[in-house]
Structures are given as structure tokens and as C-alpha cells.
């Protein structure tokens, strides 16, 4: 029962480290479809936040075979 909770509370903590990914990633989308030409600025510094944010995602992947 001990592991269902714990496989239930991780899956959760993956799924906001995901939900922060796409959201990010939501804003370069609309940077592109909108103001490219006034924010293009902003594209490298978004990008750096997607790379540091998918850190957790990966490592959660590599940690727990449930979450592949």
C-alpha cells in the first residue's frame, strides 16, 4: 500500500516538472506565432529555462521504470 502512495505522490511531482516544461515551452510558441519580432530577445533565456527544467523530468525518467 506504502508504494502505491509513494508511486502515486511521484507521478504527481512528474507530472508539475512536465506541466512546467510545456508551459514554458507555450511561451516560445507564442513568441513565434505573435511578437518574434519584438521578443525575439527573450527565445534564448526561455530556451535555457526548458533545458533546466527538463533536467528534472529526465532524471525522474531515468530513476523510476514506472514513469517510461
Known amino acids: 500500500m506504502e508504494q502505491e502512495i509513494d508511486e502515486k505522490e511521484i ?3 512528474f507530472a508539475g516538472a512536465k ?9 516560445v510558441h507564442d513568441i513565434v506565432e505573435d511578437t518574434i519580432w519584438v521578443d525575439y530577445d527573450k ?3 526561455l530556451s535555457k529555462q526548458i533545458q533546466e527544467a527538463m533536467v528534472e ?4 525518467r531515468e530513476k523510476y521504470e514506472f514513469l517510461k
Do not use: F, Y
Request: proline content about 5%; glycine content about 6%.
Open 19 to 27: 506541466r512546467k516544461v510545456v508551459e514554458i515551452a507555450g511561451e
Open 43 to 45: 527565445l534564448p533565456i
Open 57 to 60: 523530468v529526465v532524471q525522474m
Open 11 to 13: 507521478k504527481k511531482i
